[in-house]
């Protein structure tokens, strides 16, 4: 295996990359939740390995199979092992670093879709700006939801996840902070038209392929 290959993945079928073991980690944690009793955090680890599975299939370029990965990653394992908890600033995180990372993909999956324009199309200013003011309306607007559920969890199931409105609104501006960082990678890889699919070599090099 050469240091392509080694990176950049493509080394059998099943397990393509480190995206593919990472992915295998969130499942492996949930087995192992789920041996020692503690379902709910097995659910919790199934249910966000499985958005990334969906991801393996549609195919995602690897920056954002692996952005969305590790955002599934981050999520379920600050959950599981207490970090929201442990260390005071990792909820900041956690709301800047999962709409940064998961909002390209809520516009890229759109684009399959055809609900929005492929970022590999039509490449001028408009199209850029489009995308940009889309993919941050999209992160900001799932940041929200997010707070929404928080606040009808603690009412409806005696939750403690919204502290208080202070609370609410800092996650709000980090949200959006997040969002609009990922909407400027996203004009980047726009910009640069690096495509909406994983590249295999001597297949579609060149990303001759439908979004």
């Known amino acids: 295996m050469d240091g392509r290959t080694l990176l950049m993945g493509d080394w059998t079928p099943v397990v393509r990359d480190g995206i593919d073991v990472l992915r295998l980690a ?23 390995g499985s958005i990334t599975l969906v991801a393996r299939l549609v195919n995602l370029p690897r920056l ?8 599934m990653a981050l999520q379920g394992f600050g959950e599981t092992l207490g970090l929201y908890d442990e260390f005071v600033r990792f909820d900041d995180l956690v709301h800047f670093t999962l709409p940064m990372l998961t909002s390209p993909v809520v516009y890229i999956a759109l684009a399959r879709l055809d609900v929005v324009p492929d970022p590999r199309d ?37 939750t403690q996840l919204s502290e208080d409105n202070d609370d609410t609104n800092g996650d709000l501006f980090r949200d959006t902070l997040g969002s609009l960082a ?4 996203l004009v980047v890889w726009a910009r640069f038209g690096w495509g909406s699919v994983r590249r295999i070599p001597g297949v579609n090099t060149h990303e001759e392929v439908s979004a």
Do not use: N, P
């Open 64 to 71: 954002y199979d692996l952005s969305l990965t590790l955002g």
């Open 122 to 158: 039509e490449t001028h200013l408009r199209h850029y700006v489009g995308i940009g003011v889309v993919t941050a309306a999209l992160g900001i607007a799932v940041g929200a939801l997010w707070e929404l559920f928080e606040w009808r969890s603690d009412a409806w199931f005696g």
């Open 26 to 48: 969130i499942f492996a944690g949930a087995a192992g939740y789920a041996a020692s009793g503690q379902w709910g955090s097995a659910a919790l680890l199934v249910a966000l």
């Open 182 to 185: 990922g909407a400027a990678l």
